[in-house]
């Protein structure tokens, strides 16, 4: 059982790095109010509190998935917290990729 965990956990955590890797950037955009360029944007400007919402929550967000694992998993700490942190490089490397 603890295996299988382990399974979905990694998958998971390559799934959110590759959702938080293609969400910042727009989040970003959104923030600073720059969609359209670095013009003044007086309709973008609604949007702005939901940018930096997203960029406060995706860290958390990935934050929170790593430290259930991490619990959850207690028997094989080191293992899990290595593979798990490759596999979150690996959802970024695939974002980039596509």
Sequence with gaps: ??????CVFCILNSLLGFLSFKFIPLAWLIATNTLK???NNPEGELFV??????LIIIPIIVILCNMSMYISTKAEKRLVYYIVFLYFVLGLLFAVAT
């Design 1 to 6: 059982m603890n295996k299988i965990k382990i």
């Design 49 to 54: 509190p939901f940018g930096i919402f997203l």
């Design 37 to 39: 360029g670095k013009v």
